[in-house]
């Protein structure tokens, strides 16, 4: 038991970095998951455009006639 220091250390050393890597990964995922609701907002933008102008256009059409 005389080297339980240096397996303190090493096992401190080991939780640290696993501790910072899950830091790290979490941040990052975090910012896909912004990154996602951005696009899903931007898609469902651009999937309703085209239904929204097709709408305007119907509704022209019939008021004129």
Same mark, same amino acid.
């Given at each position: 038991?005389?080297?339980?220091? &240096? +397996? &303190?250390? @090493?096992?401190? =050393? =080991? &939780?640290?970095? =696993? &501790?910072?890597?899950? =830091?790290?990964?979490?941040?990052?995922?975090?910012?896909?998951? @912004?990154?996602?609701?951005? +696009?899903?907002?931007? +898609? @469902?933008? +651009?999937?309703? @455009?085209?239904?929204?102008?097709?709408?305007?256009?119907? $509704?022209?059409?019939? $008021?004129?006639?």
């Amino acid at each position: 038991m005389e080297h339980f220091g &240096f +397996l &303190f250390a @090493a096992y401190s =050393i =080991i &939780f640290a970095a =696993i &501790f910072l890597y899950v =830091i790290f990964i979490w941040r990052r995922q975090v910012a896909l998951d @912004a990154q996602l609701r951005a +696009l899903e907002t931007k +898609l @469902a933008a +651009l999937s309703n @455009a085209p239904a929204l102008q097709q709408d305007a256009l119907q $509704s022209e059409s019939h $008021s004129k006639t």
